[in-house]
Each structure stands twice: as structure tokens, then as C-alpha cells.
């Protein structure tokens, strides 16, 4: 959650803070794709880890006995993989339809 915010914030918003004060886009359309799908990910990254550690929470405190055998390592591997490839995967969707920001 740490590396989608941080990009987040010095990948697409810093640019566009730039863009605000000036009032007009300098640095091109690229970088206005860009930034906008660097933003877009980032913030579904983010949410899909709120999600993750919800459901860590819910199973620490509902099923507190066997969470140390729902929640293994090798299954939060999975998780983390998981969020990363459904954030691939809305990302080629923006490719495929060939939306424009």
C-alpha cells in the first residue's frame, strides 16, 4: 500500500499540482496517459490492501483459533500476487478498449 501511494503521489499528483497553478498540461499527452493510469492503479492497489487487511482482521478475530492455518504465508503470497494481477488486468483493459484518459 506504501509503494502504491507513494507513486501516487510523486507520479500524478506532483505533475498535476503543476498543471493546476499554471493552468494548462506541460508535459505532454504521454505523460498525461501516464499519469493518469499511475493514478488510476494506485489507487485500486490501495484499496485491494485495505480489502486484504480487512480480511486478515475479520479471520484473527472471528476464527482466532485456526488463523494461524487459514492465514499462512504461502496464502498471503497468493493474495498479494492476486491484487497485482487483477491491477494488470483493468490496466490492459484501458489498452484493449483504447481508453484515453
Same mark, same amino acid.
Given at each position: 500500500?506504501?509503494?502504491?501511494?507513494? &507513486?501516487? !503521489? +510523486?507520479? &500524478?499528483?506532483?505533475?498535476? $499540482?503543476?498543471?493546476?497553478?499554471?493552468?494548462?498540461?506541460?508535459?505532454?499527452?504521454? =505523460?498525461?496517459?501516464?499519469? !493518469?493510469?499511475?493514478?488510476?492503479?494506485?489507487?485500486?492497489?490501495?484499496? /485491494?490492501?485495505?480489502?486484504?487487511?480487512?480480511?486478515?482482521?475479520?479471520?484473527? $478475530?472471528?476464527?482466532?483459533?485456526? /488463523?494461524?492455518? @487459514?492465514?499462512? +504465508?504461502?496464502?498471503?503470497? @497468493?493474495? $498479494?500476487?492476486?491484487? =497485482?494481477?487483477?491491477? +494488470?488486468?483493468?490496466?490492459?483493459?484501458?489498452? $484493449?478498449? !483504447?481508453?484515453? /484518459?
Amino acid at each position: 500500500m506504501g509503494v502504491a501511494d507513494l &507513486s501516487c !503521489g +510523486l507520479l &500524478s499528483v506532483a505533475p498535476s $499540482i503543476v498543471s493546476a497553478v499554471i493552468e494548462r498540461w506541460p508535459y505532454g499527452m504521454i =505523460w498525461c496517459q501516464v499519469s !493518469g493510469i499511475i493514478h488510476s492503479s494506485s489507487v485500486t492497489t490501495s484499496m /485491494y490492501t485495505v480489502v486484504l487487511v480487512s480480511l486478515d482482521r475479520y479471520f484473527a $478475530i472471528v476464527h482466532s483459533i485456526k /488463523y494461524r492455518q @487459514i492465514v499462512t +504465508l504461502r496464502r498471503i503470497r @497468493i493474495a $498479494i500476487f492476486v491484487m =497485482w494481477m487483477l491491477n +494488470l488486468c483493468a490496466l490492459a483493459k484501458f489498452d $484493449i478498449f !483504447g481508453f484515453m /484518459y
